[in-house]
């Protein structure tokens, strides 16, 4: 039995055998071999080899005889590698050298040589890590063959255990099949982990070497509440979890029941409970959950678990799903936030330097204009179905904001030109997730009709911490001093400008810190749609004076260890069982 704590990013208990993915969805075993079983593999390495070979003669002689020239160079320069001796030797040698199965092997030389063309600086050698990357998904095609697993089409229950996932990769696990996930990587507000809390899958991430310890098919048990992960646990722990997952599961029912009330507190200080979404399906639960609209909808998601580009339809079929269940109420849609750990598809394989400080979200949208307006369009074209609203991420100065504005009016203009309706009063506004929009909040309100503070983003810039690092996670913390300074000042900044304001980054959805944000004057939360009963439970039990007390009391302190155990303490008075 091995125990792993880790730091807890979805709630739930989940026990079952453990799937280990890579990076490109496939299971790599990890097991060591028996020497004399090497000559096995060293041949198994070769026929993958000689059929990926065969396979690439095939398709290119087909692109061939259809004029596909483009794709039949793509082809022969795989097939060059795949000719290459010293390539295969690399593999084989280390089969003998270290006893390892020959997929293992494939996967760690290729992966080896793709992060040295990722690296370099010239565009051409650099793109060629995506080459690389194909060609041992080829390879490992032909050596798993039936044995390989494939994610999206399970047949039994399983804890996915990863070095890391991505958000595209947590996305498409199918719920039903999908009981919990455990990473080595990864961080609290890490995209990846959003999503799985979105999904309502347990899940526990930095275990920093959990991979190392787990083999395909052990069992393992991941409690997301706790932020701990056992593997092979014996019969006595198996059963506590088992009871305490029926309790965890008793709870979730009792707080389910006050879904239809409303987020009022204990001295009738109504707050707007709403529901932050990254799929139009998702809509249907924050509803279920009680939720009173959607005040972030991440669509960035249609972009990255596709190979084409949304069309403008596309853009437009799911805004209005989603609109359609929140028919009179608010529907925030915010802009695309792609780049940093959101890749596309085709993007994937050639990361910047440093991408949370790159071309991301609406940078990227201001240089590729085509994809902006196409989804503004959409926006617009939805926004005559209910209550929709834009919200622009990422904007760090006035002239950003003003840009992005000036391109939704030029699509407006265009809408108007071709008759085509949408509301002309379309509320606009913008992510506060940078220290210079917190900073310049008061300046920024004038042109729009509401911020939302994205914490997530907030925190992680302030305090110069990447939120998916887990080797610096102990200093990511959204209650540090700084931070809650910049929240306070935009909270103010917005009240002081008489416009709307909200908090949709994960701190809403922490029971330890909602009595804090109420505190700071804070009316308006969205959460992710599991959290919703838990979060809506603490404001019914609270008055808005304790909220305040709260808040004085922790605007005086200077240290985010002290603000951390208060506001646990706080909380924990409030409602025991979730703790
Ligand atoms: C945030 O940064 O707090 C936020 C809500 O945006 P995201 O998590 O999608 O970056
Ligand atoms: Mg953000």
Not at 258 to 272: F, H, L, M, S
Not at 326 to 349: C, E, H, M, N
Not at 499 to 512: F, K, N, Q, R, T
């Amino acid at each position: 039995m091995e125990i792993k704590k880790g730091i807890a990013v979805s709630p739930g208990i989940s026990i079952a055998k453990s799937l280990i993915i890579d990076s490109e969805d496939y299971r790599i075993p990890r097991r060591l071999i028996k020497s004399s079983q090497r000559m096995v593999e060293i041949q198994r390495t070769r026929n993958a080899f000689k059929d990926a070979i065969g396979e690439l003669t095939q398709l290119e002689a087909a692109h061939d005889r259809s004029g596909g020239g483009k794709i039949k160079d793509i082809f022969a320069v795989h097939l060059r590698f795949l000719h290459d001796r010293s390539l295969r030797k690399k593999v084989t040698d280390l089969v003998h050298a270290e006893s390892v199965t020959a997929e293992y092997a494939v996967s760690t030389v290729l992966r080896e040589i793709a992060s040295h063309f990722a690296k370099e600086k010239d565009a051409y050698m650099s793109e060629r890590a995506a080459d690389i990357y194909d060609i041992e998904r080829r390879l490992l095609k032909q050596l798993l063959g039936k044995k390989r697993e494939d994610v999206g089409h399970l047949t039994e229950e399983v804890v996915i255990v990863a070095r890391e996932l991505s958000p595209t990769q947590t996305a498409g696990f199918d719920r039903k099949y999908v009981k919990g996930i455990a990473s080595d990587a990864g961080g609290r507000t890490s995209h990846a982990a959003i999503v799985a809390r979105s999904l309502g899958i347990p899940a526990v991430v930095a275990l920093e070497d959990l991979t190392e310890y787990t083999s395909g098919g052990d069992i393992v048990i991941v409690d997301g509440n706790r932020g701990i992960v056992i593997v092979n646990p014996d019969d006595q722990t198996i059963r506590q979890y088992e009871e305490y997952s029926k309790e965890f599961a008793e709870l979730e029912h009792r707080l389910d029941e006050i879904r239809q009330e409303p987020a009022v507190t204990r001295d009738g200080t109504e707050i707007t409970l709403l529901g932050n979404i990254e799929f139009p399906n998702e809509a249907e639960v924050v509803l279920e959950k009680g939720g009173a609209g959607i005040g972030l909808y991440r669509t960035e998601f249609l972009y990255l678990n596709t190979e084409s580009e949304p069309t403008e339809q596309d853009h437009y079929e799911a805004y209005a799903e989603t609109v359609r269940v929140f028919a009179d109420r608010p529907v925030v849609i915010r802009t695309l936030d792609l780049g940093a750990d959101k890749y596309t598809q085709s993007k994937r394989f050639a990361p910047e330097p440093n991408p949370f400080l790159g071309l991301r979200s609406i940078r990227f949208c201001l240089q590729n204009l085509t994809l902006f307006k196409k989804q503004l369009r959409a926006i617009l074209r939805v926004s005559v179905l209910g209550e929709v609203k834009i919200m622009f991420p990422l904007i760090t100065n006035r002239q950003e904001l003003m840009q992005a504005k000036m391109i939704l009016h030029d699509v407006m203009e265009d809408l108007d030109e071709e008759s085509i309706p949408y509301n002309r009063n379309i509320q606009v506004g913008i992510m506060i997730e940078t220290p210079s929009a917190a900073l310049t909040a008061y300046s920024l309100a004038s042109d729009v009709d509401f911020f939302s503070i994205g914490t997530n983003d907030l925190t992680q810039y302030t305090l110069a911490v990447d939120r998916g690092n887990e080797l610096v996670s102990m200093l990511y913390s959204t209650v540090d001093p700084a931070v809650l300074r910049l929240i306070r000042n935009v909270i103010q900044d917005a009240h002081k400008a008489q416009i709307d304001l909200s908090v949709c980054g994960e701190m809403a959805s922490e029971p330890e810190y909602i009595m804090l944000l109420m505190g700071l004057g804070v009316r308006t939360i969205s959460i992710a749609s599991p959290m919703i009963p838990e979060i809506k439970q603490i404001i019914r039990s609270v008055t808005i004076e304790y909220c305040n007390k709260v808040a004085r009391k922790v605007l005086g302190m200077d240290s985010e260890r002290q603000i951390s155990a208060y506001l646990r303490n706080a909380a924990r008075k409030i409602l025991p069982e979730a703790f």
